[in-house]
């Protein structure tokens, strides 16, 4: 298959197979798009191969309905076995022992080649899921951190020992790797999902397979040829496939350990799979609703900005949106004069559009069941509530919806309690701290919270009240490499990023000597 991504003034041509899964050994020369020697046919045969399933897959580019590829092949039952093995081959092999030094100048280097590719990659998740270019760049950039971040604990992995021994026993506490993990993905932003799951099992020494999401597939398989530049064969497998395939991953027998990155309702079947299967681990990154609370005492302008950015960024289509908010009843007209205004500025200019340009902040969202699912919630809110702004269909071409703003919404209705995944935000007020909190924890979900004041000992008292696994107090929270990113009750477990990642591909061996 061969994409052209016209970047600027210059035609990328891209030029893969999307195939299933990435295996092979020889060292590979060349590297995606415009520079470095072309890939041969055969030479891209080695890294891409061809799903034995004979399942294809399309995928149509949501800001103009054009198709991108309907040959996007879906791994089969045969083709995820191929990919358990090769991964189970390189972990008892060199992986699993190799120096950790050595795992940590592969991820280095793979993190500079993302780095070098992030722009061209990136215009391929756009092409695929709408999500403007400048958004998509940064989410390679942040993956190749997290690569980076990861690569400098490798070294840092240790044990412990049991001093004074008791019972006449010296004890060693080993820290292992656990062996063949696999990661499954949502579509919305690919490189931090794989990176996010690949980068910390890569660093403990655990080989991985992946499955990115079936809408937006064409970034993480480029990747394949500079995966084959970094890593030993089997190391890092990419699986392509929809929801099937996922299952596959979920219920092997040889895979150790599953993270996952998606709806609640999936995380449910992964988790039921791994049950029935051989009680593989699961770490599980769900929905959101996360709740924004603004005080009287809060910089108003501020709260303006960041609740606007903290619900549009990505066409809203990110876990930790802020798409609750709550304000105090004495500040709440002004807010949400301001918010409106904030939106309505932001619909009349180039913020929104081509997702394929530089300037372009929002793109349509993903695909067409992306479209419809938000256009039922708009549906919901007028009933349920009072519309401010927005509340309709972006223009008549592309997968557009406009920044949309509910009030007087009950706590009930499912505008408030279900994820839309989209712009779209609702608006309750408070009288009290304690009502405020009360109302921003009556939700299944326990991603992530805002909390705008000037009062650090009220940031305090509510941060400790909140249920939520992330909490940003004066801005809307994104995840950074080196922190734990995560979530409580029904928005999953398990965290991602920091050390906390990075123990979640461990486990524990003691061993008493006599
Ligand atoms: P999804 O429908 O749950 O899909 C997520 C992934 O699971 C996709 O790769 C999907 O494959 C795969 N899948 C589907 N059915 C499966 C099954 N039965 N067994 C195994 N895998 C299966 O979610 P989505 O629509 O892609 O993503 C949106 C959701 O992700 C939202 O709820 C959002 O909040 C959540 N999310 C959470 C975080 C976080 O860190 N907490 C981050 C980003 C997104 P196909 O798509 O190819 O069918």
Known sequence: MSISLTQGMRTVQIDFPPSSAIFDSRPFPAVVADRGPPLSRSALRKIFVDAKSGELLSVHNPHDDSLVSDKIHAAGPEDVDAAVKAAHKAFKGDWGRKDPTDRAKAMLKFADLIREKAGEIAALETKA???????????????????????????????????????GKYKIIQREPIGVCAGIGAWNVSAVLFAWKAAPALAAGNTVIYKPSEKAPLGTLALGPLIQQCFPPGVINIVNGAGKTGQLLAAHMEIRQIAFTGSTATGRKIQEAAAKSNLKRVSLELGGKSPSLIFDDADLELAVSKSMEGIVANTGQICAMASRIFVQESIADNFIELLKGTFETASKGNMIGDPSLADTQVGPLADKAQFKRVMEYLEIGKKDGQLVTGGIQRGTNGLFVEPTIFKNTPNGSRIVQEEVFGPVVTVQTFKTEEEAVQMANDTVFGLSACIYTK??????????????????????????????????????YGREGGLEGLNEYLQTKTIQIK
């Open 455 to 492: 009062s650090i000992s009220r940031a305090l008292r509510v941060t400790r009240d909140m249920e939520a696994g992330t909490i940003a107090v004066n801005d809307w929270y994104f995840p950074a490499p080196d922190t734990p990113f995560g979530g409580v009750k029904q928005s999953g």
């Open 129 to 167: 899921m709408g999500s403007a270019v400048a958004t998509q760049t940064m989410g390679y950039n942040v993956g190749a951190d997290l690569f980076t971040y990861y690569a400098g604990l490798a070294d840092k992995i240790h044990g412990e020992a049991a001093y004074p021994s008791s019972a």
